[in-house]
């Protein structure tokens, strides 16, 4: 008779997954700078910032640890970007923002929890499993899952900052299985970015689910993963753990 699969291990992305922001970063950034005098739409820090974060991570990854800067540096430098893109020119200004930013992001209060999480957490480990994060954040995350009631569920917080490897490097996921000191083959990663979560785990031989969320799925990415492995939201992860233990494990 086939051994069946036996899960040990269940690692989690945070961002978008249990976590979100309570407003839009527009909106964020918008009444932060009214706060200080400053008044930009927030449609156009919205994009702004998305332009200065993709161009930061491209210049300096993971926080730019390898090029000497700590990730408060680099979020700094974002804020700042960000308002120069749209439009603010005057850095001296911009910088008692930055700060505020900077801290206003450090509160759990900026974050909520998404819907089913905590429940689902909760389950997954009334059915024994161990839960860990693996997450690209920096090293305020820690303090976010203790002030929103969430680090009990997890034996460890494994942060790109810490690990010096953002996902999908598989470097990050060996790390997470090495300090749980289980294979690959009974671990299994929930996340809701398809490069990097859902083929990052995969790539070294973890089961993965992707949290699609109630937007369509991009066709492409929806016919290259099988249908039993995309949630619609985190409530539908049980019974896909239900149909994955009920395979045989693949040695």
Not at 54 to 75: D, V
Not at 150 to 163: D, G, N, Y
Request: proline share 7%; with cysteine; charged share 20%.
């Amino acid at each position: 008779m086939a051994r069946r699969l036996q899960l040990q291990l269940l690692t989690w992305d945070v961002k978008d997954t249990l976590l979100r922001l309570r407003q839009p970063m527009g909106e964020e950034y918008a009444t932060k700078a009214q706060a200080h005098g400053l008044k930009v739409e927030a449609t156009a820090l919205e994009q702004a910032f998305w332009q200065a974060y993709r161009a930061q991570s491209l210049s300096f990854p993971n926080y730019g640890l390898s090029h000497g800067l700590t990730s408060r540096q680099w979020w700094l430098d974002v804020v700042l970007q960000t308002f120069h893109r749209a439009g603010v020119q005057d850095a001296q200004a911009v910088a008692p923002i930055a700060d505020q930013l900077y801290k206003d992001f450090s509160n759990p209060c900026t974050w909520q929890v998404l819907q089913g999480a905590e429940a689902t957490l909760r389950e997954c480990r009334k059915r024994g499993l161990r839960l860990a994060v693996v997450s690209n954040f920096d090293r305020r995350l820690e303090g976010i899952l203790v002030g929103l009631g969430l680090r009990e569920h997890f034996e460890f917080v494994l942060t790109s900052e810490a690990a010096g490897w953002p996902k999908p490097d598989p470097r990050i996921f060996r790390e997470a299985l090495r300090l749980a000191q289980v294979e690959p083959a009974v671990a299994a990663h929930v996340g809701d970015s398809y490069p990097l979560d859902y083929k990052g785990a995969r790539a070294i031989g973890m089961h993965s689910f992707l949290v699609a969320g109630p937007e369509p799925l991009d066709p492409g990415i929806k016919d290259s993963i099988p249908q039993e492995h995309i949630l619609p939201s985190l409530p539908h992860l049980l019974p896909a753990l239900d149909r994955l233990e009920g395979s045989p494990l693949q040695l």
